[in-house]
């Protein structure tokens, strides 16, 4: 233990004897003399970057040191490290520190065992690889768990020079897959301390199961085993349950194919396998049917109750479940999971493309054999699923931060224009919203403004905005190849801190999941049961159908959508924590909800409102108006007003150009009406507001009122001006 430099936050007495009888591998000295290690590699990264600590930043950091290298009491812990923190340094500074330990394989190092790290990208994976490796000491410390994609063959990882992308590789097909690290990395998972992988595995095979990954040996006798887990950002705890007719028809399937009938043992077992599958859930579920059925039901509760009515009998189907596992292995670990939800909590049965019943739920975390796990959550407190999760804890953050510099503009209309996915797919609702892009921007020249939109239309949106390319943020790729030609979209940001020299962040839409999601999301997370207690009571209505109109799935999409914003706006410049520099966030028709959950994580932040949309938006709107898929008359005026030269003109001469204002309704119902009858006193006429407007906008002059209709007289089509 000499090697190792002491620190301000250690504590020791003057005898190494004493020091070496009284520290041990959880030992407070111990602990304390690698917290102080870890503090010391972050003063230096601050120090050299001339970054400053701001108040109370630097204690929450080293408590989480703390808690990571064994004073966490609870299994599992959130740390709510914002953006922009610390917290890719934090992570960066242990792993060193704890790699020095495994090179000597000290007492702390075995007791540890060994690192798990779940990061969100394969870059991430190899910076954090190439970080053991340097101060490994020519020691073989670190496994990265990958497998083909784009950047890891971008980067080296496939041998064949005509494979270029993840779409290009054949996969175990390929002849030279033998010798593939890529297709074998999972086989070396086992040799080494550290363990690197990503997210997307994580997700998905490991939430709930760790166990294939915790022990290591390096060739020799002794085995470990890592019981340290850190995931950076919070993994995706929801979980859909389904049980519907194609899902037993799979099952069926599954069991017929699995092993051959020939052999007359396995087909024993098949038949019988089958026979439970048809009388124990295939019979009783087309009973539940038949229930809704008779009662008229859409949409409903299963409860207990329904599944004994409809003689659903568990006795029977969890040995089922046994035998099946042992029949097919981990094929079978679906339809076992949803007989062991469906038989322990209500389900929602549901009409869709087919009856089925789904149960949303909560993935439990993997906390066997000692196993600590830590979540970097920069937006915990906007995440039921953490902070209401009685698995997890979050340890107070006393992190004293000022958000004065960031306005939040909030941009309302009274008209009918929305930056929702649907609405975005009318073309008008573009051409309007880019008519609104370049007004804003126009004014922002010297600015670096961050323009995120829906992926369908980010490349058309920045096409759209050529001349203000100066000022715009294009896309920034994920493998380090440079920008795209395309505005940043939603869903195409994770991870990437590419974006923090942005002063100024527009949401060009709002980024949101499918209805359904939602509610799934609301009952999965319902840790006290009050979400399933108002869909039962909704149920209770004949006439519910629309699941969008319980509270719960509302509180829970302006939840998700406040979280989302939250996480864009620290891509900002506002991540640099302690800058002074103006930050300002433009929202479209955002939900109130919404707008109060972001201003309520930036608590001193300015706000305001916008209520009318520019006259340029207005008049692009109105000149996209349809009715009955066809353009209105006030449209199809504004269209030829756009190739208007300025000269004077008269109503009679926009009708002898063949643009008429549309007929009322006396002369749609008489034929022998032909002209348009305009009547008097009609100032407020949608198409003279909408010329006015047009003709205001062209000129760019003081508004004033071209043509005043409320001075004409309409006879017969002849138009005579009262007061010339």
């Known amino acids: 233990?000499?090697?190792?430099?002491?620190?301000?936050?250690?504590?020791?007495?003057?005898?190494?004897?004493?020091?070496?009888?009284?520290?041990?591998?959880?030992?407070?000295?111990?602990?304390?003399?690698?917290?102080?290690?870890?503090?010391?590699?972050?003063?230096?990264?601050?120090?050299?970057?001339?970054?400053?600590?701001?108040?109370?930043?630097?204690?929450?950091?080293?408590?989480?040191?703390?808690?990571?290298?064994?004073?966490?009491?609870?299994?599992?812990?959130?740390?709510?490290?914002?953006?922009?923190?610390?917290?890719?340094?934090?992570?960066?500074?242990?792993?060193?520190?704890?790699?020095?330990?495994?090179?000597?394989?000290?007492?702390?190092?075995?007791?540890?065992?060994?690192?798990?790290?779940?990061?969100?990208?394969?870059?991430?994976?190899?910076?954090?690889?190439?970080?053991?490796?340097?101060?490994?000491?020519?020691?073989?410390?670190?496994?990265?768990?990958?497998?083909?994609?784009?950047?890891?063959?971008?980067?080296?990882?496939?041998?064949?020079?005509?494979?270029?992308?993840?779409?290009?590789?054949?996969?175990?097909?390929?002849?030279?897959?033998?010798?593939?690290?890529?297709?074998?990395?999972?086989?070396?998972?086992?040799?080494?301390?550290?363990?690197?992988?990503?997210?997307?595995?994580?997700?998905?095979?490991?939430?709930?199961?760790?166990?294939?990954?915790?022990?290591?040996?390096?060739?020799?006798?002794?085995?470990?085993?890592?019981?340290?887990?850190?995931?950076?950002?919070?993994?995706?705890?929801?979980?859909?349950?389904?049980?519907?007719?194609?899902?037993?028809?799979?099952?069926?399937?599954?069991?017929?194919?699995?092993?051959?009938?020939?052999?007359?043992?396995?087909?024993?077992?098949?038949?019988?396998?089958?026979?439970?599958?048809?009388?124990?859930?295939?019979?009783?579920?087309?009973?539940?049917?038949?229930?809704?059925?008779?009662?008229?039901?859409?949409?409903?509760?299963?409860?207990s109750d329904d599944f004994n009515a409809a003689a659903f009998d568990w006795s029977k189907l969890d040995p089922f479940c046994d035998q099946l596992e042992r029949y097919a292995g981990s094929r079978s670990d679906e339809i076992i999971e949803t007989v062991s939800v469906l038989s322990k909590q209500p389900a929602a049965y549901q009409i869709g493309q087919e009856h089925e019943l789904t149960v949303p739920h909560c993935r439990p975390?993997?906390?066997?054999?000692?196993?600590?796990?830590?979540?970097?959550?920069?937006?915990?407190?906007?995440?039921?699923?953490?902070?209401?999760?009685?698995?997890?804890?979050?340890?107070?953050?006393?992190?004293?931060?000022?958000?004065?510099?960031?306005?939040?503009?909030?941009?309302?209309?009274?008209?009918?224009?929305?930056?929702?996915?649907?609405?975005?797919?009318?073309?008008?609702?573009?051409?309007?919203?880019?008519?609104?892009?370049?007004?804003?921007?126009?004014?922002?020249?010297?600015?670096?403004?961050?323009?995120?939109?829906?992926?369908?239309?980010?490349?058309?949106?920045?096409?759209?905005?050529?001349?203000?390319?100066d000022r715009l943020i294009p896309l920034q790729a994920d493998d380090n190849s440079g920008p795209k030609e395309s505005l940043p979209y939603f869903g195409g940001m994770n991870g990437s801190n590419r974006y923090n020299e942005a002063d100024c962040v527009i949401c060009a839409g709002l980024g949101r999941f499918d209805s359904e999601e939602y509610f799934n999301r609301a009952l999965a997370f319902d840790f006290d049961g009050s979400a399933w207690g108002e869909f039962e009571q909704a149920c209770l209505d004949p006439s519910f159908r629309n699941t969008d109109d319980l509270a719960c799935v509302q509180k829970m999409r302006n939840l998700t959508m406040a979280r989302d914003l939250v996480q864009l706006v620290f891509r900002s410049t506002l991540r640099n924590h302690g800058g002074k520099e103006p930050v300002s966030l433009w929202l479209i028709q955002p939900p109130e909800e919404v707008v109060m959950h972001v201003r309520e994580s930036f608590r001193d932040c300015q706000h305001d409102e916008i209520s009318e949309l520019p006259f340029e938006c207005l008049s692009e709107l109105a000149a996209g108006r349809t009715f009955q898929g066809k353009p209105t008359h006030a449209s199809k005026l504004l269209k030829w007003l756009a190739d208007w030269d300025g000269s004077p003109i008269l109503i009679a001469e926009v009708q002898g150009n063949g643009k008429k204002l549309g007929r009322t309704r006396l002369s749609r119902k008489r034929s022998s009406i032909s002209k348009p009858m305009v009547r008097a006193k009609t100032a407020k006429s949608s198409v003279l507001k909408t010329l006015n407007e047009r003709l205001y906008i062209i000129t760019m002059k003081q508004y004033k009122p071209v043509l005043n209709l409320e001075q004409c007289t309409c006879r017969r089509g002849i138009y005579a001006n009262q007061n010339p």
């Open 1 to 303: 233990m000499k090697d190792i430099k002491k620190s301000a936050d250690s504590s020791f007495g003057e005898n190494e004897e004493l020091r070496a009888l009284e520290w041990s591998a959880h030992s407070p000295h111990c602990i304390s003399d690698l917290t102080g290690q870890v503090m010391d590699e972050l003063d230096e990264y601050f120090s050299t970057r001339g970054v400053t600590y701001i108040s109370g930043q630097r204690e929450l950091l080293r408590d989480t040191v703390r808690l990571m290298l064994g004073e966490a009491e609870v299994p599992v812990t959130t740390i709510p490290l914002l953006p922009g923190m610390g917290k890719s340094t934090l992570v960066r500074a242990l792993v060193k520190v704890l790699t020095r330990e495994f090179v000597r394989m000290s007492d702390y190092a075995k007791s540890l065992g060994g690192v798990i790290l779940v990061v969100e990208k394969t870059a991430e994976a190899y910076e954090l690889r190439d970080l053991i490796q340097e101060n490994a000491s020519n020691r073989d410390l670190v496994r990265v768990l990958e497998s083909p994609n784009d950047f890891n063959i971008a980067h080296g990882g496939c041998q064949r020079s005509d494979v270029q992308t993840r779409a290009e590789c054949p996969g175990k097909d390929c002849p030279q897959a033998a010798e593939c690290r890529l297709l074998h990395a999972a086989d070396k998972a086992n040799q080494t301390p550290f363990l690197v992988f990503m997210h997307a595995r994580y997700d998905q095979y490991y939430i709930e199961n760790l166990s294939a990954l915790r022990e290591w040996s390096s060739g020799e006798e002794t085995i470990y085993t890592r019981k340290l887990l850190i995931v950076d950002e919070a993994p995706n705890l929801m979980k859909v349950s389904k049980l519907s007719t194609s899902v037993i028809a799979a099952c069926e399937g599954m069991i017929s194919t699995h092993e051959p009938s020939y052999n007359l043992s396995w087909d024993k077992q098949k038949q019988t396998l089958l026979s439970t599958l048809n009388y124990s859930l295939r019979i009783p579920f087309q009973k539940l049917l038949r229930q809704y059925k008779a009662n008229g039901s859409r949409i409903a509760v299963t409860t």
């Open 365 to 469: 975390f993997d906390i066997q054999d000692d196993l600590r796990t830590f979540i970097l959550s920069g937006s915990a407190f906007l995440s039921p699923e953490l902070y209401e999760n009685p698995e997890v804890d979050i340890p107070s953050a006393n992190v004293q931060e000022s958000y004065q510099r960031l306005t939040i503009h909030v941009q309302r209309s009274d008209t009918r224009f929305s930056v929702s996915k649907t609405a975005m797919a009318n073309k008008t609702t573009r051409n309007v919203l880019t008519v609104w892009l370049k007004n804003k921007l126009s004014g922002m020249a010297g600015h670096k403004v961050l323009v995120v939109t829906y992926k369908s239309y980010a490349k058309e949106l920045w096409d759209a905005l050529s001349e203000f390319h």
